[in-house]
């Protein structure tokens, strides 16, 4: 092996991740700072109220969802030559968090179509977060922005696929809606998801919602990605399977650890608050739906 070679390959291939990240961080940053929390002192929030709900949002809507699409600009090389590659993965990135952060700016917008009140009026997810320390709301947010990072990841700024990128993304809103709807319809026996997070602040009710969003993004993420052997339209059937698979598998696991357990889990998550509980639902959503993936691969 020719050590200067390998040294010289892992000097430029650090500056080549370096430089988009950094570049994608500092353009997240202070599109979230001015933008996205347009109003609220970030910096205040954060350091001298210490405020857990904002840095619960902070980590979990902004400095994850950033890197994860980073890293997506970074993977599959364009071009033989390391700084044209650069360049590429530049605009990739800069698309991204554009787009992302269009995204994040919807994040309001959801909370008013589901018509969230307390006892101010409508509520605003950021005073929510920044004022009112919801640590609910902030895992609320978080659950939206897994929604929308995958959805920036699939985002193609390239002409000759952009239309297939823009179809991807169409249909991942759609079924994403689906399921969420279908989520809060079958909560909505007995409670509501908005009433459990912005009137009564139960953090286990957004754990919960969030480890649901994750597993079914987790599923879209492995099957809308088309391969070269599947079409477009199977890549869908095959998705929509896979959830279908999903939520009667989530229901079978969840009726059996109750019995086995002799617990009401519906109770410890949205009467008792039980944290807990509510991570060992994620758990279960999320080892699902590895299981569907895996076994319908």
């Known amino acids: ?21 950094l570049i994608g961080f500092s353009l997240s940053y202070f599109l979230y700072d ?21 840095w619960i949002e902070f980590t979990g809507a902004f400095v994850l969802p950033v890197l994860y699409i980073s890293a997506k ?4 090389s364009a071009s ?4 044209t590659d650069l360049v590429i993965s530049l605009v990739y990135v800069v698309a991204y968090v554009v787009l992302f952060t269009i995204l994040r700016l919807c994040s ?60 991807k993304i169409c249909v991942i809103i759609v079924i994403t809606l689906a399921t969420i709807a279908g989520y809060m319809a079958i909560l909505g026996r007995k409670t509501t998801l908005t009433q ?29 990605t088309i391969k070269e ?11 929509l399977i896979s959830i279908a698979i999903f939520s009667i598998l989530a229901c079978i696991f969840n009726v059996v650890f109750a019995k086995v357990l002799k617990i009401d889990l519906w109770e410890e998550i949205y009467q008792q608050n039980n944290v807990g509980a509510a991570f060992g639902r994620v758990a279960l959503y999320v080892g699902i739906a590895y299981i569907v993936i895996n076994y319908i691969a």
């Open 1 to 21: 092996m020719d050590i200067s070679m390998f040294l010289n390959f892992l000097g430029s291939n650090f500056v080549f991740s370096f430089c988009t990240v």
């Open 34 to 54: 001015k933008v996205v929390t347009r109003g609220i002192e970030l910096k205040k929030a954060l350091f001298e109220k210490d405020n857990f709900a904002a």
């Open 73 to 76: 600009a970074l993977s599959g």
């Open 80 to 83: 033989e030559n390391i700084w």
């Open 108 to 167: 309001s917008l959801v909370v008013r179509i589901l018509g969230c009140k307390d006892e101010n009026g409508l509520v605003r997810l950021n005073t929510e977060v920044y004022t009112q320390n919801n640590c609910a709301a902030a895992l609320f947010s978080i659950s939206l922005s897994v929604v929308f990072a995958n959805i920036a990841s699939f985002f193609d700024p390239h002409p000759e696929y952009l239309v297939a990128s823009l179809l």
């Open 196 to 224: 459990e997070i912005f009137n009564d602040n139960n953090s286990a009710a957004a754990v919960e919602f969030l480890g649901f969003v994750f597993a079914i993004q987790m599923i879209m993420r492995a099957y809308i």
């Open 229 to 239: 052997a599947v079409s477009f339209t199977d890549s869908i059937i095959i998705t």
